[in-house]
């Protein structure tokens, strides 16, 4: 089965410089989330999207920025780069699912998580 | 604002002995989802189980169980014979119900759980 991708895998960059992520959820999911990591913390939640609109947002530098395009995948921006900002970088997709609830649909809660990607920064 | 504590930093069993992880939250909400996650080394999040808090029954996966409280606001994991395995962190997650949302899991510190052979 397809499982979320992210890439790069690994990534280098030095102080003050700019990276970016992607990532290309399950296909049918319709929201997006990035997730932080650092070494030995749990993940904090960055910012998520549905149906290609900003959802929720959590503890996101104003540095990073994110979005989510017509094809549903989604990239997350770093600027600045700061020493602190080396740690594993999540993204997990989601799927709605129909329900007899108000609005038809619901978010299932269930996160499919990407393998990662790993910023250093130098 | 949720939040998800988890007790014990790190716990060591033998291979086939049964070992419970212990979560507790606090939230406001009345309907919401909650999840173990298990992380190995390789660094992949991996569900091990979800929990609807509107269902009494708690959930199982094979060797995987949960005693869902809800009063007391407690979810605990059980793993039953043990296997080399399973060594891994262990994260706790909250997320409330999102009918036209998305709203992002708020994660316990995490248990690392050791299996000795």
């Known amino acids: 089965a397809a499982g979320v991708i992210q890439s790069p895998r690994h990534l280098i960059k030095e102080k003050r410089e700019t990276a970016t992520l992607k990532c290309y959820p399950i296909?049918?999911?319709?929201?997006v989330y990035w997730y932080q990591q650092g070494p030995g913390q749990d993940p904090q939640f960055l910012i998520s999207f549905y149906e290609k609109m900003q959802s929720d947002k959590g503890s996101i530098p104003d540095r990073f920025s994110a979005q989510q395009f017509s094809d549903y995948h989604s990239e997350l921006n770093m600027s600045s780069l700061e020493l602190g900002d080396s740690a594993l970088y999540f993204c997990?997709?989601?799927?709605?699912?129909?329900?007899?609830?108000?609005?038809?649909?619901?978010?299932?809660?269930?996160?499919?998580f990407g393998e990662g990607s790993r910023l250093t920064v130098l | 604002a949720q939040t998800v504590t988890q007790s014990q930093p790190e716990m060591s069993v033998q291979e086939a002995e049964t070992v419970t992880l212990s979560c507790t939250y606090d939230t406001s909400e009345n309907n919401y989802y909650l999840f173990w996650y298990k992380q190995p080394p390789s660094r992949q999040m991996i569900l091990v189980i979800r929990q609807e808090a509107y269902k009494q029954q708690n959930a199982t996966e094979n060797r995987f169980s949960v005693n869902f409280q809800k009063a007391a606001k407690s979810f605990s994991l059980k793993i039953s014979d043990s296997q080399l395995g399973d060594t891994a962190m262990y994260f706790c997650?909250?997320?409330?119900?999102?009918?036209?949302?998305?709203?992002?899991?708020?994660f316990g510190k995490g248990t690392h759980l050791i299996i000795q052979p």
């Open positions: 296909p049918r999911h319709d929201t």
């Open positions: 997990a997709s989601s799927p709605f699912v129909p329900t007899s609830l108000a609005g038809g649909k619901a978010n299932t809660g269930e996160l499919f």
């Open positions: 997650a909250f997320t409330p119900y999102s009918g036209g949302g998305a709203d992002g899991l708020t």
